[in-house]
């Protein structure tokens, strides 16, 4: 007999059947790219400082390990609010720690050393230049001029007392020579973190993999230096989230990712979703009940929307309007466990986000979701009442709005008081 009390009972985990790819225990790392990269979406409305301000604050509740504060080089604009981001970490000393993009070109890198002095916190310098063969044939780059470029750019950045964060674009797609030149010219030149990338979505999981296991067998320890390897993806194939725990399980230290998935056409990585994930793998252990509110936060200050449908935080993550579905969440909320409740038609634990299981009332409904509907309103379910609302619900084309109910109750209650007149 399975023992109810022992909630491993309860399924049979293919996903742990055999050893995971990432060992539990695995320091893993998440950047956010959110007030960066995200904003490059074209859709987005840049947001306020001060909603950026908000938004840096619930990273740092979810425990988001490092931020991208903007590209100060961009404009005045963009100048003014990567100065006040830092400063509020500074002022606050807040745990998440800054990082700033800039292309690999002094007038982008000396901002960053300016803010960095006057904030008086280190701020990592992320300079980026494209690398693939596709690229350097659109541009007429060598890999000499790449190579000259990366030099110059690093020791700037390290001279001017700044960590360095090297980053190539369209990694996924560049030749094996070329990254392991530029490569170990940037650690030569200073630079203590190397960031790969899957710049329009190319990779698969097996590719980046693969890119990061290279990473590490031909530049990283032939090196002998300590250096951090981070992984940037973007979601084009719709495979960033897979892409990003393959880097992981090759070995990278940090992923990239941006709430909501914002970011250059179908964005990056999505942030909320790698927190998901690398929780459920017993990866991180921290609070994630405020994950919708950040992505809720974001949402509204990009002047975005999050489908409905969208796992975790979309409206209808944990919410079900089908007889079947609310008749086994019912008799699981029957038994007084709450777990088995989270867990009888869903693979992610609402409690686990601050949330919980929800049971509308719609076409596809049947009488257990109006019981359950009406038990958690404290309305007693008379079968009349049931009738009535089943009867309704099912002549409607959609789910049935709480207004409706009540009033549709109101009604139902005003017909029984006259009939017993």
Known sequence: MPDHNNHSDWIYDWNSATPPPIAPGTRVLLNDET????????????????????????????????????????????AADTEALAREIANNRMRIKPNCAARTHE???????????????????????????????????????????TEKAVSFTVAHNLPSMYVTEDTTR??????????TAAI???????????????????GAFNLIKFAFDEIVNPSGENIRVDWHGHNDRGLAIANSLAAYAA???????????????????????MLVNLRLLNLIDR????????????????????PPNYPVVGRDAFRTATGVHASALQKAFQKNDPAL?????????????????????????????????????KIPATDALVTRILE??????RVLTDTELHALIGAQHAASHLGKI
């Open 35 to 78: 007030l960066r990269d995200g904003l490059q979406n074209p859709s987005v409305t840049d947001p306020t400082v001060a909603e950026k301000i908000q938004i840096l604050h619930l990273m740092e509740a979810l425990g988001i390990d490092a931020v991208n504060i903007g590209l100060p080089g961009a404009g005045p604009r963009a």
């Open 251 to 273: 070995g990278a230290h940090q992923v990239h990712a941006a709430a909501n998935a914002l970011g250059e056409r179908v964005g990056n990585t999505p942030m909320e979703l």
């Open 188 to 206: 030569n030149s200073g630079a203590r973190a190397l960031v790969f990338c899957d710049t329009v979505g190319h990779a698969t999981p097996t």
């Open 392 to 397: 309704v619900a099912k002549n409607s084309p």
């Open 287 to 306: 609070d994630l009940t405020r994950l919708k509110e950040y992505c809720e936060l974001v949402a509204e200050a990009t002047h975005t929307t999050i």
């Open 107 to 149: 007038n982008d890198i000396r901002p960053i050393a300016e803010i960095s002095q006057r904030v008086g916190i280190p701020i990592e310098a992320a300079t980026f230049l494209g690398t693939s063969p596709i690229r350097r044939l659109v541009e007429d780059w060598t890999v000499d001029y790449l190579c000259r470029t």
């Open 174 to 183: 560049t030749d094996p020579a070329t990254l392991k030149r530029l490569y």
């Open 341 to 377: 409740a989270d867990a009888v038609y869903s693979g992610v634990p609402a409690s686990l986000f601050g949330l919980e299981q929800l049971i509308e009332i719609g076409p596809m409904s049947g009488k257990s979701n109006v019981q359950f509907w009406l038990a958690r309103h």
